[in-house]
Every structure is written in C-alpha cells, then in structure tokens.
C-alpha cells in the first residue's frame, strides 16, 4: 500500500538550513507527485511546495527564495531543503501525494526552529 | 492568492446532530475544493474531493457541497469518534487551506 514517511532533524538553529527526507513505497515518483506541507503548532496548514512526476517543482510564493525540492528516485526519496531558517519556521512538515486531492500523508516530523 | 475562510473556527454539537461546517474562497473555485479532517496528534484525512465526491472508505454521513466562492460539509449525524479539526483546501489555483474548524462534543 502507499506510504510517506518523514525524517530529519527535530531541532534547527535559527539562520541553518533545514533538510528532511521523504521516503515512499508503494508508487513511483516518476509517476505521481509529492508535496510537502507544513503545520505551526495549533495552527492551520500551509502548502509548502511539490515535486511533479516529470521531475519539475513549484514552490510557496512566500518561502521560494529559501527553499529547494528534489529527489532520487532510485531510493523513491524526496528531499527538501530549506534555508535561513527563523522561529516562526517551527512547525510539522508532513509530505503528501496526489495532485490535487491529497490522499495519502505521511506521519509529519517536528521542526523545531531553536538556538 | 486565493484565500479561504472556515466558519465557525469552533462547533459544539451532540451526539446524533446534523453539522454543517461553512468555506469561503476569495474567489471563484469552480468546485475545486476538497475537505480533510484531522485528529488530535495525527495527519489530515481526505474525506470529500471536488466538492461532493466522498473518498473511498468515508462513511456516507458526510457530504459536501458548494460552488463557486461557497462550499459547505455536512455531517448527517455526528457520532463521537467524529470531534476533529476539519479543513477546506482550494486546488483551482495552487493549494490553500482554510484556517479549520474545530468540532467538539456539546
């Protein structure tokens, strides 16, 4: 069955550059698309940016100059790497699939933005 | 942007009631909406795509509805295991999501 699942660090120094992995089974990235989206603690979602099947990506109008999306598909692992990282970027980054409707997610990982 | 606006932010209803969460869009949709439900500690679940679609496995007490700038979800009949934070996201131009509705038992 399709699975997400997210890993990096759950504690980032203000000003570094964050970097999390997503790693799926049960699809190809050649085939579908993954997106990644975030959620401030108690707070609402944001939609973050994707990586398409072609291999392109689109990006957060707001977080685009900070953030880069890629992947390897020989490991069926997608990354993103964002940068300049401050305190309101603390939030659960969850990756997601599907082009519009998104219906699998995975579990989320916990970004602490703390010194 | 296309900005969406949940309402209630917070709903109290017993057991049984017939619920009905509210999603306005800045503008025009065309029907492009879709609605999650997340619990406590957990991912969102899609529960109704394309405004009245109901994804595979989603108990047939929930429905949606709407077009262009106004969409609802309805819960026939609310049952315990349904108090969640409910979400509207727009597809129509990017993806956005609404600020939630937060659904307790009364």
């Known amino acids: 069955q399709v699975q997400l699942k997210e890993s990096g660090p759950g504690l980032v120094q203000p000003s570094q550059t964050l970097s999390l992995t997503c790693t799926v089974s049960?699809?190809?990235?050649?085939?579908?698309?993954v997106h990644w989206v975030r959620q401030p603690p108690g707070k609402g979602l944001e939609w973050v940016g994707a990586i398409w099947s072609g291999g392109s990506t689109d990006y957060n109008s707001a977080l685009k100059s900070r953030l880069s999306i890629s992947r390897d598909t020989s490991k069926s692992q997608v990354f993103l790497k964002m940068n300049s990282l401050q305190t309101e970027d603390t939030a659960i980054y969850f990756c997601t699939s599907g082009t519009g409707p998104f219906a699998y997610w995975g579990q989320g990982t916990l970004v602490t933005v703390s010194s | 942007d296309i900005q969406m606006t949940q309402s209630p932010s917070l709903l109290s209803a017993s057991v049984g009631d017939r619920v009905t969460l509210s999603c306005k869009a800045s503008q025009n949709i065309y029907k492009y909406l879709n609605w999650y439900q997340q619990k406590l500690g957990e991912a969102p679940k899609l529960l109704i795509y394309y405004t009245n679609s109901l994804q595979t496995g989603i108990p047939s007490r929930f429905s949606g509805s709407g077009s262009g700038t106004d969409y609802t979800l309805t819960i026939s009949s609310l049952q315990p295991e349904d108090v969640a934070t409910y979400f509207c996201?727009?597809?129509?131009?990017?993806?956005?999501f609404g600020g939630g509705t937060k659904l307790e038992l009364k």
């Open positions: 996201q727009q597809y129509n131009s990017w993806w956005t």
């Open positions: 049960g699809f190809s990235l050649t085939s579908n698309s």
